[in-house]
């Protein structure tokens, strides 16, 4: 009868409802002699499957319901205490899990259409039934609602669902970072003393020889490198949960204040760098400023070796970034191996441990927003980010390449 | 060294950075002498001439403690919790203390104000940056820092 029912728990099939006791049927109807007429229809089906009570007031319909419960409820639109849609309004108001099957001399399209759609279950014309088409309407009615709770439950129970799965995994979020946190930690403390003690080797050197003593300065590079990188880790780690503090920033004069510091570091060849002015985000500042640092220190040692190295910090559009160099770029090939953590697509050619674009990425995305890049090999590379306008305000979608 | 050397009191539960403390220590030119305690509860033992230190000298007092934080039984904030106890006219002088930890966690170092501790530092991995830190806390609590002489020693001392 109803396919679609069986696939919803807690559906019951219509012939169970039938045969195991009578329909309760609460018929809200003033006018007796119409009262009578449909009473005559529903009870004398075959097998007499209806038992109806009668209402000839909103009031007392309310009443009834509340002291003893109906399957469904038959109703006129004009009472002596209320008329038209507000009938059916106020009684579905206080009974929601109730179907309602509208009878009403009032043949009105529209207003038969607004019922529905305001969770009427069927709107009939008094007069337009008969004995079989009005016992089905009402069995009817009994299913689809029975039907729709079963659908407005279940997605009740999934929302549920998705919420406690998204708690859980945040917890375990939370978990994973603690536990990276303190294993980066632990690791120090091995770590310091494989230094100290090959330093404390210093006065041994000479029994070492050449190679020995070779072997030694690299045991004791190769712990320098792992010291940054543990460091490195627990910064990102921080980036990723310390508290953001959102404030107006002004981009175009943090990079000047990036730059001076970039400079004063760097023993290269003078950078020509563009800073468009006017640049404003909405974020906090401290991050910002490593975002920037690591772009901008990016391109700078990535165009070092060019003969006129140029930098330029610009914009693609409102809130929309990008950080441009003239240096060695990158093949696209490995563009998506960018953003990974202690990912170095050029080797031991330049210092560093391919953490700053890692955390970068982290940065930008607590923001909102996001940070691709294109590059042809040779010939410089540009990095796309976009970032919140104003207070409140999302980052534009951008563009991915 | 001579019992007129500053003594200091070392609570670290890992034997290397006890050695390299040491190493360190013995490179700074700070006259001292070193006691080594191994958790929190030796800590305390110490402090109070109680348990295994029952017979030590109590005239001997350290004139600064260096507290790892991450130590079994009683870990370096709890030691905290109970020096914080100690109230004038106990006759228990304590000493300064420095957390000397591998932890750079802020709870972990507010905490260890909260608590009392009247310096924080996060050991550094590389050993020369490990040594000269050590080198100059213990030239600073030493040499440089002058603690009280007489009566109120606790209460200036302890930060109670």
Redesign the interface.
Known sequence: MWPGCFLLPGCEAPSTTMSRSPIQVLLVEDNPIDCRLIRGLLEQQPSATFSVRCADRLHSAHEQLRSSPADVVLLDLTLPDTSGLETFEQLHRHHGHLPIVILTGVEDEILAATAIEHGAQDYLIKGQVDRSSLARALRYAIERKRGAEAIHRLNEELEQRVLERTRELTASNRELEAFCRSVAHDLRAPLRAVDGFSQALEPYSQQLGEQGRGYLRRVREAIQRMALMIDAMLKMSSVARCPMRRQSVDLSAMAHQVIAELESASGGPPVEWVVAAGLHTWGDAQLLWMALENLLGNACKFSRHERYPRVELGSDGPGAFFVRDNGVGFDMAYADKLFGPFERLHGDKFEGIGIGLATTERIISRHGGRIWAASVPGQGAVFHFTLPEKTGGSPPRGRLP | MTMNDSLILLAED?P??E??IR?ALSESGVHYCLDVVHDGVEVIDYLFATGIHGGRDRARLPRLLLLDLKMPRMNGLQVLQVLRRVRVGDGIHLPPVVALT????DHDINEAYHWGAHSYIC??????E??RCVQQVAHYWLELNRPPQSHGRAEVMAGV
């Open positions: 890992d290397n950075d050695d390299l190493l591998s932890s750079n966690e050991k550094p991995v590389g050993f020369e490990f040594s």
